[in-house]
């Protein structure tokens, strides 16, 4: 089977990687694909928000699954012109249509579907631009710290929380003008403030049955110590250690069973992944948000843990079998540390050269994240540049091989935080 990867980040080189295990691959593609990728697929040319062009290509090469990695073409749509056009009947592909992915497209939206069945998470208002005064009343009622989320898609970037008042109204009033994250932020949802430590859980559904993927924990801070802006991901951990069986027993039950099932209520169909952002408070989980595809860094610390053959999970998915499917996964800790360009998530340099060791340590692994090629050498491309992950048996060895990874790769300019894993240890 010829399969077409869409993305261009750490997560898409990471099932690339994982994909290419497959017995029942016969080519892969990845679209449009990064200086990692190159090296192991073909990599495609292809403006993935142009729907016409994505279909063109899935024509041209023959390809019999398509999964799309990055949130943007779910909500704007891809799968649904994908399985609508008329053109790719026998054509599998691995993510949600549209109406599944306002689970992500929409904070608004998510919030609604939770309340309506039940699923725990943050108390909340939600207003857009017509309800500024609405909004900052809103604000005066609560606590801080006040949590601020653009509704719509802002790369991992649109959650501000502050304890001061004065800036959190400036704040809303930027985002509902449109001036802070554009059409993004002309909705906004305020919730009250979950005090706990955030883990991530993932399923792969098919709308029925689901199987849930190994847990994991990121480090969205730039800083130390969980300072400064927000990123797209400074790190990972997977398994989360915290996340004991209580506390799964009671994720599973409150909130990823009423989800799928919720989700087939409302007549939503899913065929995808789908990320649980929680809240751990008091023992008890809440969501914080979801996400319609795998995480980026968790990918990066997912994936080499699944010993099971992707490629066949994809097809069983596809066919509607995915309960009879017997998904194996690696007990060992698997860690990830991202290096980032200098000024990331602010203004940073591209075009940097990037040297990486000739040889690399058992069990550890270099997913390209922003890379590209210039004159046949490996540049930086984007503010999160690679991502160095490793498995081992304990937590403590798997970091200790993610920073001499780390340490080994060298371009101009190169940051990462030096604390990843060491609230869990």
């Known amino acids: 089977m010829n399969v077409l990867l869409i993305g261009s980040g750490g997560r898409e080189h990471a099932l ?7 017995s029942f691959l016969t080519q892969l593609f990845v679209a449009p694909g990064n200086a990692g990728t190159a090296e192991l697929a073909t990599n495609l040319k292809v403006d993935v928000n142009n729907h016409n062009a994505v279909s063109r290509a899935v024509k041209k090469h023959n390809i019999g699954l398509v999964v799309v990695g990055p949130e943007a073409p779910l909500v704007n749509g891809l799968v649904d012109h994908l399985q609508d056009c008329g053109k790719h009947p026998e054509l599998v592909v691995v993510g949600p249509r549209a109406a599944g992915a306002q689970l992500e497209g929409s904070k608004s939206f998510a919030k609604e579907f939770m309340k309506r069945h039940n699923i725990p998470t943050a108390a909340y208002g939600a207003f857009d631009g017509e309800q500024v005064k609405e909004a900052v009343a809103f604000l005066a009622k609560m606590k801080a710290p006040y949590v601020l989320k653009a509704d719509g898609l802002a790369a ?8 001061d008042l004065s800036e959190a109204e400036s704040v809303v009033k930027d985002m509902l003008s449109g001036s802070s994250f554009g059409e993004a932020g002309r909705r906004v949802v305020i919730e009250h403030f979950m005090d706990g430590i955030e883990c991530s859980m993932f399923v792969v559904t098919d709308g029925k049955a689901y199987h849930l993927l190994p847990s994991a924990k ?3 801070r730039i800083g130390e110590g969980d300072t400064g802006p927000n990123t ?9 250690p915290f996340m004991d069986a209580e506390f799964h027993e009671k994720a599973i039950n409150q909130i990823i069973i009423p989800t799928v099932k919720g989700l087939a209520a409302d007549d939503i169909p899913y065929n995808g992944f789908i990320f649980f952002g929680l809240m751990k408070v008091g023992g008890d989980p809440y969501v914080v948000e979801y996400n319609c595809r795998l995480g980026d860094p968790e990918t990066e610390v997912i994936v080499p843990r699944i010993q099971s053959d992707l490629l066949h999970l994809f097809e069983n998915m596809g066919a509607g079998l995915l309960s009879e499917y017997h998904l194996q996964i690696d007990p060992k800790t698997c860690s ?6 200098e000024g990331y998530p602010g203004n940073y340099a591209k075009g940097k050269s ?9 069990d550890t692994l270099l997913f390209h994240s922003g890379t590209g090629t210039s004159r046949g050498n490996t540049v930086t491309s984007g503010g999160r540049v690679l991502a160095c992950s490793a498995l081992a048996a304990t937590p403590e060895n798997a970091l200790k091989k993610s920073y001499a990874l780390a340490d080994a790769v060298s371009f101009t300019g ?8 060491q609230d869990i240890l």
């Open 16 to 22: 690339a990687w994982k994909l290419l295990q497959s």
């Open 336 to 341: 990830t540390v991202m290096l980032v360009s």
């Open 156 to 163: 991992g970037k649109g959650v501000i929380i502050t304890d």
């Open 414 to 421: 190169k940051a990462y935080r030096k604390d990843i894993g």
């Open 354 to 362: 990037i040297t990486v060791p000739e040889r690399m340590e058992k």
């Open 218 to 220: 990121d480090y969205k």
């Open 232 to 240: 797209g991901g400074m790190g990972a951990v997977s398994p989360v």
